[in-house]
């Protein structure tokens, strides 16, 4: 009985999963049909969905490892594929990080310059 709840409860969660997933597309997709597109916004919901495609497929690739029909060679293939999907990730998280730190520097200059007046 256990077993049988603890696989229902995994169910739950990727079925949960991918209905974040499916939201984070849709924010993503509204924000790239805006009229005045925000990059750093359009960045955010790029990360959220890329991390959220991450958690699904780091999911997936669990519950196939306890599959009777358990291929290595897919595995291995998967795993590099999430590699490069973190990899995605971790930069566009950098990239995110040094616009905000432009942006900032920018707005100093700005009230810099201000106060000279």
Known sequence: MSDYSSYSNCSGNSQRREQSVSYALYLHRRELGRPRRKMMRIASTKLQLTNELI???QRRQWESAFELEFDAEASSQQMSALDREREYRD?????MQRQLEKQQKRKRKYLEEIGKL
């Not at 930069?91 to 990239?95: A, E, G, I, S, V």
């Open 91 to 95: 930069r566009l998280r950098t990239n």
């Open 55 to 57: 958690q699904l497929q």
